[in-house]
């Protein structure tokens, strides 16, 4: 079966790695179980330790998944509205773990010991505007001593001015509205820009970091400096990037400068997130395991968020960008469809029980009667061999969506007859959902779409093609010719398609077209700073994400992403033990948003800005195996995960700043808060999905690592989840791989499969639901990413890298020039001059004639 070729086909993609790159992308290898074992190392590159830390665990085998009941059909609909981050105060609470609060003390006490030293009985809160920026002023001052402790309590005391002076405010509001007029005023004294400076320090002190590679167990007390550092810079940007509408005009002008700043740097010669995509990269490598992670991935992703824009921001840029292309206007806003949808009904929870019950149906008849669900088809007879399908019955079948409403289509009477009595007597009730009348999404056609259909069609009545020519229509039925208006009336060309045409214009012609004028975004400038490393940042995020995976198991050489959760002194008691865990599972699931969020944003505006600055980061996602990883972190109980309680309001800023405490119990503690689902959880879900999205639309290779990988039953249990924004993303990655599970599986599905039809965009000809042709089409999936690389290559190497561009540098062709210039000759050439001289020149026959030839 073409099937199988096509399986060996993908298992040799990707085999022999580039020796220019610093990884070794993934190998497939068919073992006795099936698919179940898949290589990832880095290869060497140079010096660099970043490059030799792949994440080696990614690759390990996708465990069957378990048949765990996690209560799907009673799982209502979930209230919750997609942004691009939380709420203020909930973004701000998740800066600080539970065991950093006696700092917030600390942090008072340092600030009140110098303020009301002067005057006592001071409050910060009736000073007048010069009064308080004296203070900021003096403060700044305390920074530049020569004394480590000194500089420590000046920065406590300006963290504490960020904090908003909660001990002078009497609720959360107060104290969020003075951080924020703190924060304004801070900024506009030059604080971030001394904290910067100290940052810089701090990264290079050579000390501490050699102080945290001596010591057996890195705790709080290591990263006291950076974790102070850095929450007085995420609290200015957080502040100062969320807009409100009583905002004076003078913030709206301080917001854009700081914007500016961030974004296009004056003084140094790289953007400000580079400076943290260092620090993470120099983490991951085991050089600095005192830095506090999950503050420099919240403020890495709360400057990108910052600089290069939002979901909305992004939208308006799209929008604007197609009109400066001469694009047709977009059909709808994506944002406004999906916050439209409603949730799905689950897949049914009595699936186990029938299918249990059909077992012990056919051991009775002793396989006389043929079985009802298993019907062959062509690729049925290679089942034992087929690596699409499980290697374990039963697994596709685990959640099968046709025991209610699905199935009746397939089934004839008699074998529904078969089925109902195997029913139990009461059944649970399934909510039907009613959809609005027509599609949510308009449907498209790309140009390749009308070509591919006027070719097939062309050969099927002329005999013949004409190539790309989509206007021709002579000699072809009225029907086509109806066909192919309709298509192109759906017709829709992306801002990529311009892109790629654009370049493959410029590497035709280089000389004609001249100098390509690259408008000078921020994007662009993140992307130039990041180009040379960009592999290790991508690798370095995703050891990070799987260190904070809940399905991934600790390992002893896997990074220590707890150093700054960890006390000093570890707990004695039960209830210190219970709020540590909680502690650091709420730790992890901050760092999984931060890295979900920041990777969306990059891929996102990269695309918009150029596709093959997109396919550049997505290559390298793809190599260090991000596609198994995603996978891997939804091979969970996905219900528990979004459910989570693993947070203590009453500890969170700032309500532990304002409020009295009351005693914590195990009781208080195991109840959590009485929220419906996590946000930053069902956030972080949504973002990986989205990811994978991207990685896989449009790539046939990817999408067979889906298939290969096992991803359908991971994927369906997914759709549990009832939320409309989720269960869209799970969906598409179902969609483009049905057509290869085979006829059993959508058979198997059908309620998966008509929540496709309702809900994901339609591709007019796209055979998606029955993938007869999938034998016609040999893909060849090593060379199909080998395209890629090439492409983007050129693309990096025409517009980045200038020293590739010497064929194209203009020519001293005067004689006197050329030999007026002085060249810098090695010492050894002195030596041997006359060596030279004499078998270079003097030995060397000259051949006039030929020269004459040649004129």
């Known amino acids: 079966m073409l099937v199988l070729r096509t399986v060996s086909t993908f298992s040799l993609c990707f085999k022999r790695p580039r020796t220019d790159s610093p990884l070794q992308p993934i190998r497939a290898s068919r073992c006795s179980g099936g698919w179940s074992s898949f290589g990832a190392k880095a290869a060497s590159a140079g010096s660099n330790p970043a490059s030799q830390n792949i994440p080696r665990d990614l690759p390990a085998p996708l465990p069957t998944p378990s048949r765990s009941p996690q209560g799907s059909v009673d799982c209502p609909n979930l209230e919750f509205e997609y942004g691009d981050a939380d709420g203020h105060g909930a973004e701000l609470a998740e800066l600080y773990s539970y065991t950093e609060e006696p700092e917030l003390s600390h942090g008072r006490r340092c600030f009140e010991e110098d303020f009301h030293s002067p005057v006592p009985g001071r409050r910060w809160l009736e000073l007048d505007r010069s009064q308080q920026k004296a203070h900021i002023m003096h403060l700044l001052d305390g920074l530049e001593v020569v004394s480590r402790d000194r500089r420590l309590r000046v920065a406590r005391a300006i963290l504490y001015l960020a904090q908003g002076v909660f001990g002078e405010c009497d609720n959360e509001g107060d104290v969020l509205h003075w951080s924020r007029h703190n924060s304004f005023l801070l900024y506009q004294l030059g604080t971030f820009s001394a904290f910067l400076e100290l940052l810089n320090m701090e990264i290079e002190n050579s000390q501490a970091c050699s102080s945290a590679l001596r010591k057996p167990a890195i705790s709080l007390a290591d990263s006291t400096e950076l974790r102070v ?25 301080c917001r854009e400068t700081f914007r500016m700043e961030l974004s296009f740097p004056v003084h140094a010669e790289e953007p400000f997130a580079l400076l943290l995509f260092t620090m993470v990269t120099k983490f991951c490598s085991g050089h600095a395991p005192h830095f506090p992670m999950k503050k420099v991935l919240l403020l890495l992703w709360k400057v990108l968020l910052f600089t290069l824009g939002g979901f909305q921001a992004l939208q308006a840029m799209k929008v604007r960008r197609r009109e400066e292309l001469g694009l047709p206007p977009l059909p709808e806003d994506s944002i406004q469809v999906v916050r439209g949808m409603r949730a799905a009904s689950p897949p049914a929870a009595g699936a186990e029980l029938l299918e249990q019950q059909q077992q012990q149906q056919q051991q009775k008849r002793g396989h006389r ?406 034998d016609a089409r040999p893909w060849d999936f090593q060379a199909e990413e080998c395209t890629l690389r090439a492409n983007i290559e050129a693309f990096n190497s025409r517009r980045y890298d200038r020293e590739r561009r010497s064929e194209f540098a203009p020519v001293d062709n005067c004689l006197q020039s050329v030999l007026g210039q002085r060249l810098e000759l090695p010492r050894d050439f002195h030596y041997c001059y006359e060596l030279w001289l004499e078998r270079e020149v003097f030995a060397q026959p000259i051949r006039w004639e030929e020269l004459l030839h040649c004129h």
């Open 229 to 253: 550092l850095l929450s007085v810079m995420y609290l200015l940007v957080e502040n100062i990037r969320v807009e409100q509408e009583t905002d004076p005009p003078e913030w709206k002008t």
């Open 369 to 774: 009667s043929r079985r009802p669900l298993m019907k062959q088809d062509s690729l049925d007879i290679y089942n034992e061999r087929d690596p699409f399908k499980n290697d374990e019955g039963g697994v596709d079948e685990e959640e099968n969506d046709d025991v209610d409403s699905g199935i009746e289509g397939e089934l004839d009477l008699m074998e529904r007859d078969t089925i109902i009595p195997a029913l139990p007597a009461q059944r649970l009730p399934i909510e039907r959902v009613s959809f609005p009348k027509g599609l949510p999404w308009a449907p498209k056609v790309r140009q390749k779409d009308i070509e591919h259909f006027l070719e097939a069609s062309r050969n099927k009545f002329i005999g013949f093609t004409l190539g790309q020519d989509t206007e021709t229509l002579i000699g072809l039925p009225r029907p086509i010719h109806e066909s192919v208006k309709t298509l192109k009336q759906h017709k829709y060309v992306s801002i990529s398609d311009v892109q790629i045409k654009n370049e493959e214009e410029l590497e035709k012609c280089p000389m004609s077209l001249g100098e390509e004028e690259v408008q000078e975004t921020p994007c662009e400038v993140l992307y130039r700073a990041m180009l040379y490393n960009l592999p290790q940042y991508m690798i370095a995020l995703l050891k990070i994400l799987l260190a904070a995976a809940p399905t991934s198991k600790a390992k002893t050489d896997s990074i220590n992403i707890l150093a700054d959760v960890l006390p000093e002194e570890m707990p004695i008691t039960v209830l210190q033990s219970m709020k540590l865990g909680i502690d650091v599972n709420r730790h992890k699931e901050i760092i999984v948003k931060s890295i979900s969020a920041l990777l969306l944003l990059l891929l996102k505006h990269f695309k918009l800005n150029h596709i093959y600055q997109f396919e550049y980061v997505s290559q390298h996602l793809v190599f260090a195996n991000c596609i198994p990883l995603i996978l891997k972190f939804f091979n969970q109980n996905i219900m528990s995960y979004i459910t989570a309680k693993n947070s203590i309001s009453v500890l969170d800023y700032p309500h532990c700043t304002v409020c009295d405490l009351p005693e914590l119990t195990a009781e208080s503690l195991e109840a959590g808060d009485n929220n419906q689902f996590c946000w930053r959880n069902l956030f972080s879900c949504i973002n990986l999905l989205r990811i994978l999205n991207k990685l896989t639309k449009w790539k046939h290779s990817r999408t067979m690592m889906l298939v290969v990988f096992k991803s359908a039953p991971i994927l369906k249990r997914a759709l549990k989840v009832k939320q409309a924004m989720m269960q869209l993303y799970v969906l598409k990655l179902l969609k483009i791989q049905t057509k290869y599970l085979g006829r059993q599986w959508r058979k198997s599905n059908m309620k998966t499969m008509s929540a496709i039809y309702q809900k994901v965009r339609h591709r007019m000809n796209d055979d998606w639901a029955y993938g007869n042709d999938i």
